[in-house]
T-cell receptor, first 116, second 111 residues
Framework: DVKVTQSSRYLVKRTGEKVFLECVQDMDHENMFWYRQDPGLGLRLIYFSYDVKMKEKGDIPEGYSVSREKKERFSLILESASTNQTSMYLC???????????????FGQGTRLTVV | LAKTTQPISMDSYEGQEVNITCSHNNIATNDYITWYQQFPSQGPRFIIQGYKTKVTNEVASLFIPADRKSSTLSLPRVSLSDTAVYYCLVGELGSNYQLIWGAGTKLIIKP
């Protein structure tokens, strides 16, 4: 089974702190994603990466950055956490099929981040 | 702007067939349609994906009409454990990526 592992289930951080959310996948997937999920707003894509050291902005990249130094690991960085970044953060990965990226993604369990 | 629209909630009973429809009027030529299931405190789980006509797997069927402006997820003979939120996703990850998620349909199955 594909496994996408997020380093923490729950985090509490203070305003202004630098926060790292780590995600590891074990299926050699090319694509990795970071989403946030908020009640009433559904899933919103923050960043995705289709290869090592490559990244693409999603719909809401402001206030976030990412790092993908190894194929299996994708990190989300909150440079200076703010209360409006309190949310559920979901990491996902997907493979390329026949040279075409696809949207069949495997998600981690999520990290519930609270910024106080 | 591309958008996906699905009902906010639905109720059904054990043993019934449940159909959830997603509207995506502005679907692009290269877009796939993907459905996910999510339980509380878990990440979404892939159910089924299609491009056109009908796709069936061991848990669901996906019906896509010729114009592809909507799609219907069909869950046969639901059980209490199918109570979850179901998301429709339209998009693709090519050079002009777009991933448009619906707001989710909360499905409640009653005994």
């Amino acid at each position: 089974d594909v496994k996408v592992t997020q380093s923490s289930r729950y985090l509490v951080k203070r305003t202004g702190e630098k926060v790292f959310l780590e995600c590891v996948q074990d299926m050699d997937h090319e694509n990795m994603f970071w989403y946030r999920q908020d009640p009433g707003l559904g899933l919103r894509l923050i960043y995705f990466s289709y290869d090592v050291k490559m990244k693409e902005k999603g719909d809401i990249p402001e206030g976030y950055s990412v790092s993908r130094e190894k194929k299996e690991r994708f990190s989300l960085i909150l440079e200076s956490a703010s209360t409006n970044q309190t949310s559920m953060y979901l990491c996902a990965s997907s493979f390329d099929r026949d040279g075409i990226s696809n949207t069949e993604a495997f998600f981690g369990q999520g990290t519930r981040l609270t910024v106080v | 702007l591309a958008k996906t629209t699905q009902p906010i909630s639905m109720d059904s009973y054990e043993g019934q067939e449940v159909n959830i429809t997603c509207s995506h009027n502005n679907i692009a030529t290269n877009d796939y349609i993907t459905w996910y299931q999510q339980f509380p405190s878990q990440g979404p789980r892939f159910i089924i994906q299609g491009y056109k006509t009908k796709v069936t797997n061991e848990v669901a069927s996906l019906f896509i009409p010729a114009d592809r402006k909507s799609s219907t997820l069909s869950l046969p003979r639901v059980s209490l454990s199918d109570t979850a939120v179901y998301y429709c996703l339209v998009g693709e990850l090519g050079s002009n990526y777009q991933l448009i998620w619906g707001a989710g349909t909360k499905l409640i199955i009653k005994p």
